[in-house]
């Protein structure tokens, strides 16, 4: 039997965390959740999954999020076309609203964090996916 899973972390790696990091905490306004002083973990609403921004102990290999070792980092939420209007509120290049994918069946749009990760809001438009559930 596989062993249970508690908690999901994705940690991204910045040359210039401050700047992430404000982004992080004054952009997206995800909550604080631990402070390593070089790392700064953040909560996805009600969720068991977190996001890390790290000081990078060396500059990206590259800035395409689909190489091998390239990340997109998807939040996943219902109301994609209120972030769209969140996020361009705040200033934020969003360099295309949202677009419904017939291929995947989302709705999704993307932009860049200042370190320069691909960050996509995305809503499932499939009754495959699997319903929210709370954090335990």
């Known amino acids: 039997?596989?062993?249970?899973?508690?908690?999901?972390?994705?940690?991204?790696?910045?040359?210039?965390?401050?700047?992430?990091?404000?982004?992080?905490?004054?952009?997206l306004?995800?909550?604080?959740?631990?402070?390593?002083?070089?790392?700064?973990?953040?909560?996805?609403?009600?969720?068991?999954?977190?996001v890390g921004v790290c000081r990078a102990r060396a500059p990206?290999?590259?800035e395409n999020p689909r190489v091998?070792?390239?990340v997109v980092f998807t939040l996943v939420t219902q109301d994609v076309e209120g972030w769209h209007a969140f996020l361009t509120a705040k200033g934020v290049a969003l360099p295309m609203a949202p677009t419904y994918s017939e291929a995947?069946?989302?709705?999704?749009?993307?932009?860049?964090?200042?370190?320069?990760?691909t960050i996509e809001v995305q809503r499932f438009e499939?009754?495959?996916w699997p319903s929210l559930r709370p954090a335990v």
């Open 68 to 70: 091998v070792g390239g």
């Open 60 to 62: 990206r290999a590259s």
């Open 29 to 50: 306004e995800l909550p604080l959740v631990q402070d390593q002083g070089s790392v700064r973990i953040y909560g996805i609403d009600g969720t068991r999954a977190f």
């Open 104 to 117: 995947y069946r989302i709705t999704h749009f993307f932009f860049n964090d200042p370190a320069g990760y």
């Open 126 to 128: 499939r009754p495959d």
């Open 1 to 27: 039997m596989r062993p249970a899973l508690d908690q999901q972390v994705t940690f991204l790696y910045a040359e210039n965390p401050e700047e992430c990091w404000r982004f992080y905490e004054e952009v």
